[in-house]
């Protein structure tokens, strides 16, 4: 799953973010037979082809709605906390530390697009845990996006977090300071539907205000009844 955060860093209003349906699926399926059938009479679809011109649509989308996701590893933004990883044989080769704070190299595929594609996770173990992440820069968060695998193609829904809520904070340069409670803000708290779109987006509660923060982190408290780990794809 992925946590994508839309925010502003200055005042201004963006519209919504609105993210492909089972409808629009069906219409790139179809407008992918109606060219390769013109071509050259190769009715073939591949998942590579539908995962491209997926591509290709959220890119000019988001490039139409010039809003930003501020919490993209490829834009500055870092994993600085999480918690216990899941590992299991030989699995465990495919993580490394990165830091006296036991950051996983890995977790950086929760910062960076899956596209719905199945494996392209950081899986926390158990059913609850959390993941802190530094914003590329100081924002006003508008918006939180949390994103799990297709359900068309996932293996196993059951690890998709459910119960979730993110806090977000001014940490400034040192990352190892405590946060006084009061400076620590409630953003969302929702539930993750495993019925509607793989990626779906919270605004930003209302009583936060216009606070400036550069730090947030999400909690979940259970997931979907997978009591060995829970993935996260994208935030």
Same mark, same amino acid.
């Given at each position: 799953?992925?946590?994508?955060?839309?925010?502003?860093?200055?005042?201004?209003?963006?519209?919504?973010?609105?993210?492909?349906?089972?409808?629009?699926?069906?219409?790139?399926?179809?407008?992918?037979?109606?060219?390769?059938?013109?071509?050259?009479?190769?009715?073939?679809? +591949?998942?590579?082809? @539908? $995962?491209?011109?997926? #591509?290709?649509?959220?890119? &000019?989308? !988001?490039?139409?709605?010039?809003?930003? *996701?501020?919490?993209?590893?490829?834009?500055?933004?870092?994993?600085?906390?999480? +918690?216990?990883?899941? @590992? $299991?044989?030989?699995? #465990?080769?495919?993580?490394? &530390?990165? !830091?006296?704070?036991?950051?996983?190299? *890995?977790?950086?595929?929760?910062?960076?697009?899956?596209?719905?594609?199945?494996?392209?996770?950081?899986?926390?173990?158990?059913?609850?845990?959390?993941?802190?992440?530094?914003?590329?820069?100081?924002?006003?968060?508008?918006?939180?996006?949390?994103?799990?695998?297709?359900?068309?193609?996932?293996?196993?829904?059951?690890?998709?977090?459910?119960?979730?809520?993110?806090?977000?904070?001014?940490?400034?340069?040192?990352?190892?300071?405590?946060?006084?409670?009061?400076?620590?803000?409630?953003?969302?708290?929702?539930?993750?539907?495993?019925?509607?779109?793989?990626?779906?987006?919270?605004?930003?509660?209302?009583?936060?205000?216009?606070?400036?923060?550069?730090?947030?982190?999400?909690?979940?408290?259970?997931?979907?009844?997978?009591?060995?780990?829970?993935?996260?794809?994208?935030?």
């Amino acid at each position: 799953m992925t946590l994508e955060i839309w925010g502003i860093t200055k005042l201004e209003e963006l519209g919504a973010v609105e993210f492909l349906s089972k409808e629009d699926l069906e219409k790139i399926f179809g407008d992918l037979m109606n060219v390769k059938g013109a071509d050259n009479g190769d009715m073939k679809v +591949s998942l590579d082809d @539908i $995962i491209m011109t997926t #591509r290709d649509m959220l890119l &000019k989308e !988001s490039q139409r709605l010039d809003r930003v *996701d501020y919490a993209l590893s490829s834009g500055g933004a870092m994993v600085v906390r999480h +918690s216990e990883p899941f @590992i $299991i044989g030989k699995v #465990r080769r495919w993580f490394r &530390k990165i !830091s006296l704070t036991t950051v996983y190299r *890995d977790s950086e595929n929760m910062l960076k697009p899956s596209f719905g594609e199945p494996d392209q996770c950081f899986p926390l173990k158990g059913d609850s845990g959390f993941v802190q992440i530094r914003l590329k820069t100081t924002i006003i968060p508008e918006a939180i996006t949390l994103e799990h695998v297709d359900k068309v193609v996932a293996y196993d829904k059951s690890s998709a977090p459910k119960n979730c809520r993110v806090y977000g904070w001014h940490r400034g340069y040192n990352v190892d300071i405590a946060i006084e409670t009061g400076k620590i803000f409630l953003l969302a708290e929702f539930s993750y539907d495993l019925e509607k779109s793989n990626a779906q987006t919270f605004n930003v509660l209302d009583l936060v205000g216009s606070g400036l923060m550069d730090t947030v982190r999400l909690d979940f408290t259970s997931n979907h009844g997978n009591p060995s780990h829970t993935c996260i794809y994208r935030l």
